[in-house]
């Protein structure tokens, strides 16, 4: 590379690390500035609104238990059907109602229900004779003031909020009825849709405890109670709730992903009574914009400081580079083989001092090259001799890679062999780790290969067998071992496995594995469990019958008989098996059975 390249490449170096360091210095304290920034804002306009919002509720619970104390409420509740004044006292607090509905904007509905939940008055008369005794509004409006949480009045098909509060007597102490108000989502949707100091990108938006969101997206369409929200933010807020209920704490604004999957800057407040989450979210990327333009100034200062570098650096560089080139041409001389030139100047910079080495150089190389030219003659010699230990020492290279192969052609074979194996099969260290697994033993025990791998032996067997683990590993040790053992899958189900287990030595005699073969033998125990209680029913059923009953082989020898024919033969059942009727009666009457 020319020095000219190199200094043009150092300068260049120099200001894009001096530029990269800069920008991003400047990117890390501007947007810890900005996201302070927009921390603040974004704190500042969720407390507002979660403010309102809780005003809100408040009103409407104020007002609410208010109605509940009109004595035009208490007295119809207390008028009986019977009684002369009861059209009266009807259409009295039906008016009060309709006047009531009809002074709050906000409230499209308020009715009366008696003490089993039957709405006996309403703004509303449709609604007349309604049993809402199931309702949350009347079971825990008889307790006191209640706000049902956001829902779609199935009567109206609209989004809405209900608050009620219970009707007592004038000595507060029988329960009348539950007055109800209802309200449309809209009051609420107001304060979230307004987005001032929130930009181009920015929302609020309120989510219930059940993480659905309760009123509008700025971004998407018929959101109220379909679109359920599982972001970092409402998951702090739902904790913080959890956690702190509605005591006052600090929250944190986050970077995370809204519903959306977009990047954003968020906060969170709660509306402790309803256990409701309000998010307030702003776009990462107009966050941070002054963040962005910052950049493109600085690269264009950097740009600019990239094309003075390389000015200086040209000029710089031509005022070294001339003599430099004028000792090139002298080495090419000598590397053409002209040994006799000098390239030696009188100038005493270290360019002058190189040039004047470098003859020093060139008269020591003419001395070299007229022993080297003496050594090449015997050099031939000893290259000969040299080969031929090459040569031999190949052909025992060719032999040992060759013994390799063959090696590694065996151990494929018994890999595969391993590996194909219906027995589950592993090996072990010394200290009982497992150090191999093929795919029929992680298929017996539930596990993955690579599970099994480090894990100790122990591990695969139940607890009740560790005594007898323990027996088997000595054994092993001293040569191998056969047994059953209760083994235990990852699920926790135990099975039996027959284990055969030996070492693995080295070329010294010593110990340096383990290895053993499992075979699940679920099927053969239940198959002997089966043939026992076979025998044990065949063996019950020959006891028990009234009849004589024997057992001959092809020889007529006796295999057994029951406990009525022993009986005959004066004794016992287990007596008979190898006897002949020879051993029983007379020779004339043997011959005839």
């Not at 998010?279 to 962005?292: G, M, Q, S």
């Not at 191999?436 to 690579?450: D, H, P, Q, V, W």
């Amino acid at each position: 590379m020319r020095i000219r390249t190199k200094m043009l490449l150092i300068v260049l170096s120099l200001v894009f690390v001096t530029g990269a360091i800069s920008t991003t210095v400047g990117q890390l304290v501007t947007r810890r500035i900005v996201r302070k920034q927009i921390a603040g804002k974004l704190e500042a306009v969720a407390e507002s609104r979660a403010h309102h919002v809780q005003t809100f509720l408040e009103t409407q619970k104020e007002a609410v238990k208010q109605s509940s104390e009109s004595i035009v409420i208490e007295r119809f509740l207390l008028a009986s059907a019977d009684d002369q004044e009861y059209l009266w006292k009807f259409d009295d607090v039906t008016r009060r109602l309709k006047n009531t509905a009809e002074g709050r904007e906000d409230t499209y509905d308020i009715f009366v229900l008696d003490e089993s939940g039957i709405i006996v008055a309403s703004s509303d008369e449709r609604d007349i004779g309604r049993d809402k005794s199931n309702d949350p509004y009347f079971l825990n409006g008889r307790e006191g003031a209640f706000i049902k949480d956001a829902y779609v009045s199935q009567d109206r098909k609209r989004n809405s909020l209900a608050f009620s509060a219970p009707i007592l007597d004038e000595d507060n102490a029988a329960l009348l009825g539950v007055v109800v108000a209802r309200f449309p989502v809209e009051e609420l949707n107001r304060i979230t849709i307004d987005r001032t100091g929130l930009g181009e990108t920015g929302e609020i938006y309120l989510v219930n405890k059940e993480g659905y969101m309760i009123t509008p997206s700025r971004f998407a369409e018929d959101t109220f109670l379909k679109l359920k929200v599982d972001t970092e933010n409402v998951r702090d807020c739902l904790e913080d709730m959890e956690r702190f209920g509605a005591e006052q704490h600090q929250h944190e604004v986050i970077l995370c992903k809204n519903y959306l999957d977009t990047d954003i800057i968020g906060i969170h407040q709660h509306i402790p009574e309803m256990n409701w989450s309000l998010l307030a979210e702003v776009n990462e990327k107009e966050a941070f914009a002054p963040i962005a333009r910052l950049t493109h100034l600085l690269l264009s200062v950097l740009g600019l400081l990239t094309v003075v570098g390389i000015v200086v650096s040209i000029l710089i560089s031509g005022t070294i580079t001339k003599p430099i080139s004028r000792l090139h041409h002298g080495t090419e001389e000598v590397a053409g083989g002209n040994l006799d030139f000098k390239v030696g100047t009188g100038a005493k910079d270290e360019i002058g001092q190189l040039s004047r080495t470098f003859d020093s150089m060139t008269a020591n190389l003419k001395e070299s090259k007229v022993r080297v030219e003496e050594y090449q003659r015997t050099l031939e010699e000893k290259i000969e001799a040299r080969t031929k230990q090459l040569a031999a020492a190949n052909e025992g290279l060719r032999q040992e890679i060759e013994e390799r192969k063959q090696l590694e052609q065996r151990l494929r074979l018994f890999s595969h062999s391993v590996e194909s194996s219906v027995d589950g099969v592993a090996t072990g260290d010394l200290e009982g780790n497992i150090t191999y697994a093929n795919e029929a033993l992680a298929k017996m025990f539930g596990y993955s290969k690579e599970e099994l791998i480090g894990t100790e032996i122990a591990f695969l067997y139940a607890e009740s067998q560790l005594h007898k683990l323990q027996g088997a590993l000595q054994a092993t040790r001293q040569g191998g071992w056969t047994g059953e053992l209760i083994g235990r899958r990852k699920g926790g189900g135990l099975f039996p496995v027959e284990v055969s287990s030996s070492i693995i030595v080295d070329d010294e005699g010593r110990i340096i594995a383990q290895v053993a073969t499992h075979r699940d033998i679920t099927e053969r125990r239940v198959a002997e469990e089966v043939l026992r209680e076979s025998e044990e029913r065949y063996r019950t059923l020959l006891e028990n019958l009234p009849q004589k009953i024997f057992y001959k082989d092809r020889r007529s020898v006796y295999v057994s008989c029951n406990e009525n024919y022993a009986l005959d033969l004066k004794i016992k059942p287990e007596e008979i098996a190898g006897k002949t009727d020879y051993d029983f009666y007379p020779k004339e009457l043997a011959e005839k059975y």
